[in-house]
């Protein structure tokens, strides 16, 4: 059974810094292209970054790129989101998600895209 369970979220004021943790276990971790999407009421999943199996390719969303830095450690099978400078814009549920194999640059952004997901973590910043 997959399980992916993130940690690290939190109520931060603006310009702060959180780093989000997904531990995964139920799978092969290094076979599985993963990412971070994020959820504010009323809005739709969105897709902000994506790491490739052996951690090689990256991609964020214009949203987040320059400020959140995408990692993943396969030894331990978790990812990781660094988030710098958050603005209150960031305030939503965050999720991880796994696909097998690679992942294709014009799709990932996409939650249908994902085969297996966490529960989320709430990141909350004031302003």
């Known amino acids: 059974q997959v399980q992916m369970v993130e940690s690290g979220g939190g109520l931060v004021q603006t310009g702060g810094s959180l780093r989000l943790s997904c531990t995964v276990s139920g799978l092969t971790f290094d076979d599985y292209a993963m990412a971070w999407f994020r959820q504010a009421p009323g809005k739709e999943r969105e897709g902000i970054s994506v790491?490739?199996?052996?951690?090689?390719?990256?991609d964020y969303s214009d949203s987040v790129k320059g400020r959140f830095t995408i990692s993943r450690d396969n030894a331990k099978n978790t990812l990781f989101l660094q988030m710098n400078n958050l603005k209150p814009d960031d305030t939503a549920m965050y999720y991880c998600a796994a696909r097998a194999g690679a992942y294709q640059s014009n799709s990932w952004r996409y939650p249908q895209y994902f085969s297996y997901w966490g529960q989320g973590t709430q990141v909350t910043v004031s302003s």
């Open positions: 790491i490739s199996r052996g951690a090689i390719a990256t």
